[in-house]
C-alpha cells in the first residue's frame, strides 16, 4: 500500500517565521510535487522534483524554496511566511511519465497551514 | 496554457439519484485525463482515468468517457450514495514529468 506522509496535519505560525513542510514517500517514486488548495481555485502547483537535488518550478512557486536531499523525502520551505499563505498543502508523488502513459500521482493527507 | 474547468457546486443530491459532474478541457495535443477524489479530511486518490479518445474510465459505479470531439470529461454515476459525499477533481496530464492540471473541484453532497 503506497504511503505518503506529511509531517503535520495542522500548523499555525506568526508572519515572518520560517516554516518545513516534510513530505515522504515509501514506494520509490522518483517524481514528487508541492501543491497548494484553495477553495474555488482547486490544486496549484508550487514546485516539483524528478530526482534527488533537482527541482523545477511550478505554477506558482513565490515565496516557497523546496529540498529533496534523499529520493523519499521531499521539503517545501516558507522562507518568511505571509498570511496569504494561509492554505491545505498537499505533497504528492508518482513513478515518471512512461510513453504516452500517465502514471497516477499519490496524495498524503495535507497540512493546513495557518498564518497569523 | 493548458486548463481544466469544472461545473461549479456544490452539488445536492438524494440518494439514488443520478449524478453528472461537467469537465471541459483545453490543451494542446491528446492529454490523459483524470478523476481524482477528495474525502472529508484526506488527501487526493484517483478515481478514474482515460489516456486517449473514446476511452471509458470507471470505477465504484462512476463513469467518465474521453469526447475529443466536445473536449470534455464527465463525471457520472448512476446512483449515488451519501458515502460518496466528497470533493471531486477533473484534471488533465501535461506535457512533462506527470505534471497534472487540476479543475476547481466540486463539492457533492449527498443527503439520505
Known amino acids: 500500500d503506497v504511503k505518503v506522509t506529511q509531517s503535520s496535519r495542522y500548523l499555525v505560525k506568526r508572519t515572518g517565521e520560517k516554516v518545513f513542510l516534510e513530505c515522504v514517500q515509501d514506494?520509490?517514486?522518483?517524481?514528487m510535487f508541492w501543491y497548494r488548495q484553495d477553495p474555488g481555485l482547486g490544486l496549484r502547483l508550487i514546485y516539483f522534483s524528478y530526482d534527488v537535488k533537482m527541482k523545477e518550478k511550478g505554477d506558482i512557486p513565490e515565496g516557497y524554496s523546496v529540498s529533496r536531499e534523499k529520493k523519499e523525502r521531499f521539503s517545501l520551505i516558507l522562507e518568511s511566511a505571509s498570511t496569504n499563505q494561509t492554505s491545505m498543502y498537499l505533497c504528492a508523488s508518482s513513478f515518471p511519465q512512461t510513453g504516452s502513459s500517465y502514471n497516477e500521482q499519490f496524495f498524503g493527507p495535507g497540512t493546513r497551514l495557518t498564518v497569523l | 496554457g493548458d486548463s481544466v474547468t469544472q461545473m461549479e457546486g456544490p452539488v445536492t443530491l438524494s440518494e439514488e439519484a443520478f449524478l453528472t459532474i461537467n469537465c471541459t478541457y483545453t490543451?494542446?495535443?491528446?492529454?490523459?485525463l483524470f478523476w481524482y477524489v477528495q474525502y472529508p479530511g484526506e488527501g487526493l486518490q484517483l478515481l478514474l482515468k482515460a489516456t486517449k479518445a473514446d476511452d471509458k474510465g470507471s470505477n465504484k459505479g462512476f463513469e467518465a468517457t474521453y469526447r475529443k470531439e466536445t473536449t470534455s470529461f464527465h463525471l457520472e454515476k448512476g446512483s449515488v450514495q451519501v458515502s460518496d459525499s466528497a470533493v471531486y477533481f477533473c484534471a488533465l496530464g501535461g506535457k512533462y514529468g506527470n505534471k497534472l492540471v487540476f479543475g476547481a473541484g466540486t463539492i457533492l453532497r449527498v443527503k439520505s
Open positions: 490543451a494542446t495535443g491528446y492529454p490523459s
Open positions: 514506494m520509490d517514486h522518483e517524481n
